[in-house]
């Protein structure tokens, strides 16, 4: 079963006016720990032992919090590897030296995931997989699109009429031809490059 694990966090958390004016969102306390304490607890009870997390902001603070932690975790600062570019693959792209040739899960940094979810997306093949959960409002987030059998065919990002109710759950399990999927992808409508167009990409090409 595959052991290594991607945490993004590399965003500022603007929406969330001045409780990120002096700490990454990841880092604001929830019930007296910060909140990457929870997901980095519930990736080791799953069995997870090499832990990457992509940063971008407030990187000194980040470096405080680790001091506190017994677990063997890594740091790759987002803004020294892809500068020049934004979206949500870029702290994907980041991890390529330390990743390698393994397969390894991807997890956004601000949400909070159970360890026995987790523990179910160690599968040591050469598939990628990405999560989903059925949502009520499904015009909010981007969703899934899957043909007969379960395979994805496309990501749809934000769309007043979505296809489907599929939302993406931000879980992912990548084998490292993620990050030639990466490289495939052109900037979205937004301006950014995204990591659901890279997935999109991976499902075209039947990987």
């Not at 991890?95 to 979810?117: C, H």
């Not at 987790?118 to 598939?127: G, I, N, S, V």
């Not at 495939?184 to 167009?197: A, H």
């Amino acid at each position: 079963m595959l052991n290594k694990a991607v945490i993004l966090a590399g965003g500022k958390g603007t929406r969330m006016g001045h409780l990120t004016a002096d700490l990454p969102k990841q880092l604001i306390p929830v019930n007296g720990r910060p909140f990457a304490f929870y997901l980095l607890n519930n990736l080791a009870q799953a069995g997870f032992t090499d832990i990457i997390i992509v940063i971008g902001y407030k990187k000194e603070k980040w470096a405080d919090f680790l001091k506190t932690l017994e677990w063997n975790v890594r740091i790759v600062d987002q803004n020294e590897r892809v500068s020049d570019k934004y979206g949500t693959a870029c702290p994907v792209e980041a991890t390529e030296p330390e990743v390698g040739q393994d397969n390894f899960i991807a997890v956004n940094g601000d949400n909070l995931y159970s360890p026995s979810d987790l523990e179910a997306m160690r599968h040591q093949d050469d598939l990628n997989y990405v999560t989903c959960f059925r949502s009520e409002h499904p015009e909010l987030y981007g969703v899934l699109e899957a043909d007969d059998n379960g395979l994805l065919k496309k990501i749809h990002e934000r769309s007043p009429s979505p296809p489907t109710n599929m939302t993406n759950a931000g879980l992912y399990k990548f084998t490292p031809k993620i990050f030639e999927a990466i490289k495939n992808i052109g900037l979205s409508p937004r301006g950014e490059y995204e990591i659901t167009d890279a997935i999109s990409w991976l499902a075209q090409q039947h990987l």
